[in-house]
């Protein structure tokens, strides 16, 4: 996938409240760096709860939260309020 296929911004959604926190900032650290590699505009955000900062320019949501919460709708649902699309990692698999 080239870069010009990419959303302009994009916000990598990563941590999480559960277990998994430390795999899922590892993920999020990982796909920000292959994401900023084909000169995407990423901005890295650390969900600890259910609020959580994203910014208003963010065009896509890239969801690398593992296990509870980032698996289970949760995360899912609380990004329907905001005006942004969402992906799994399974999107660019």
């Not at 990598?12 to 920000?32: F, I, K, N, Q």
């Not at 990423?42 to 296990?67: C, S």
Request: glycine residues 10%; neutral net charge.
């Amino acid at each position: 996938m080239k870069s010009k296929d990419l959303p302009k911004k994009i916000a990598v959604l990563m941590g999480g409240p559960g277990s998994e926190r430390d795999v899922s900032l590892a993920t999020g650290r990982g796909v920000s760096k292959a994401l900023r590699s084909v000169g995407v505009d990423v901005v890295d955000v650390d969900v600890r709860d259910e609020k959580f900062p994203l910014p208003d320019d963010v065009d896509l949501a890239f969801l690398t939260i593992h296990g509870t919460f980032g698996e289970d709708g949760t995360l899912q649902k609380i990004l329907r309020s905001f005006t942004v699309s969402a992906r799994t990692t399974s999107w660019a698999s």
